[in-house]
């Protein structure tokens, strides 16, 4: 119950093309979604993040999409860079996690030129 | 600037040794993280501490120690019972109180069993 799955585990997009990147959780009581971005040989940073009171967040080129009743968020890359090829993790925690992430499997994005 | 310090970047260890990996944060902060990442595998969490002195082991704690003895340091010792300990080891560190629960990472140490 405590797990977040991440799809797909690679994506391959063109330059100026929309990157999506899919996850699903069980726990209802999860009620803090982030997302991280991880270049190579460093640590991940967060991007963005979303809470279930709110069914879309955008940041610049970046949105996360919740849907609360099918338990499940994806991150929306638009217009996206070569600069944007890196590994996405999304993550869920809440009450009953405290302070813990769970986070899912990384999604491993490349835009080509 | 705050910010978590991993150090060393790269470590050797060889078969039989054990070697400890430095984590110091200096944002207040009162949770920290370790976790394991292998190609493909994701982030797989060690240990983690909520309060000095306190500590739970996480998804694959067996190998591992570690200790919570000032807020700002939570270090990581790779015994030689971890099997298979050639790694990229990244420490994390959050506030627990509140509504933001976003984890703020260090740079990763790359451990290599030569």
């Known amino acids: 119950q405590q797990q977040v799955k991440q799809s797909p585990q690679s994506l391959i997009v063109q330059k100026g093309g929309i990157s999506i990147i899919n996850c699903a959780y069980e726990?209802?009581?999860?009620?803090?979604f982030p997302w991280y971005q991880q270049f190579p040989g460093k640590g991940p940073a967060l991007l963005i993040a979303i809470r279930p009171d709110v069914s879309e967040k955008k940041e610049g080129r970046f949105t996360i999409s919740f849907n609360k009743s099918a338990k499940q968020f994806s991150l929306h890359i638009m217009d996206s860079q070569p600069g944007d090829s890196a590994t996405y993790f999304c993550a869920a925690s809440g009450e009953t996690s405290g302070s813990r992430l769970t986070f899912g499997e990384g999604t491993q994005l490349t835009v080509n030129p | 600037d705050g910010g978590i310090t991993q150090s060393p970047k790269y470590l050797f260890r060889k078969e039989g040794q054990n070697v400890t990996l430095s984590c110091e944060q200096n944002?207040?902060?009162?949770?920290m993280y370790w976790y394991r990442q292998d190609p493909g595998q994701g982030l797989r969490l060690i240990y983690y501490s909520q309060i000095v002195n306190d500590f739970q082991k996480g998804d694959i704690a067996e190998g591992y120690s570690v200790s919570r003895e000032k807020k700002e340091s939570f270090p990581l010792t790779v015994t030689s019972a971890q099997k298979n300990p050639t790694a990229f080891y990244l420490c994390?560190?959050?506030?627990?109180?509140?509504?933001?629960?976003?984890?703020?990472f260090g740079s990763g140490t790359r451990l290599t069993v030569v």
């Open positions: 944002l207040n902060h009162d949770a």
């Open positions: 726990n209802t009581a999860f009620d803090y």
């Open positions: 994390a560190s959050s506030i627990i109180n509140g509504n933001n629960y976003g984890y703020t």
